[in-house]
C-alpha cells in the first residue's frame, strides 16, 4: 500500500481524551482497515478485536482519567490554535497493548512499510 498524507490541525474533547483528527480520515481508515483483514485472514476474523467503524484515526494529547464536567477542557482547548502539521505515514506497526496499570502500555511487534 502506498504511504499516506495526513494532517493534524484541531483540538478535540472527545469521550476519554483530547485528540487531534487526522485530516483526511479516510486514508487511515482504509491502512487499518487493509490490517485488520490481513490479521483476520492469519488469526481469523473473530479474533480481531473492537468494532472497526467506531475507530477515528488521531493523535491523542492527554488522556482523561476522572469523572467529571468536559466543559473546562472544551474551553482549555477553544484558546488553542495549532500550526496544522503534515505527516506522511510511512509504516503500520502491529501493537500488543493493555490498560493493565490505569495506563496505555504497547509493544511493537511488527512493522510493515508502505510504499
Known sequence: ????????SQVVVADEAIVMPAIPAEPVQGLRA????AIGRIVGEDQVP???SRYRP?????YL?????????VQAVRSVAPEP??????????SEMHRDRRM???Q???RMPLR
Open 34 to 37: 487493509a490490517t485488520r483483514t
Open 1 to 8: 500500500m502506498p504511504a499516506v498524507a495526513v494532517e493534524f
Open 50 to 52: 473492537e468494532d472497526p
Open 65 to 73: 482519567a476522572a469523572d467529571g464536567p468536559a466543559e473546562p477542557y
Open 85 to 94: 502539521a503534515a505527516v506522511t505515514i510511512r509504516h503500520v506497526d502491529l
Open 104 to 106: 496505555y502500555e504497547w
Open 108 to 110: 511493537v511487534v511488527a
Open 58 to 62: 488521531h493523535v491523542s494529547v492527554a
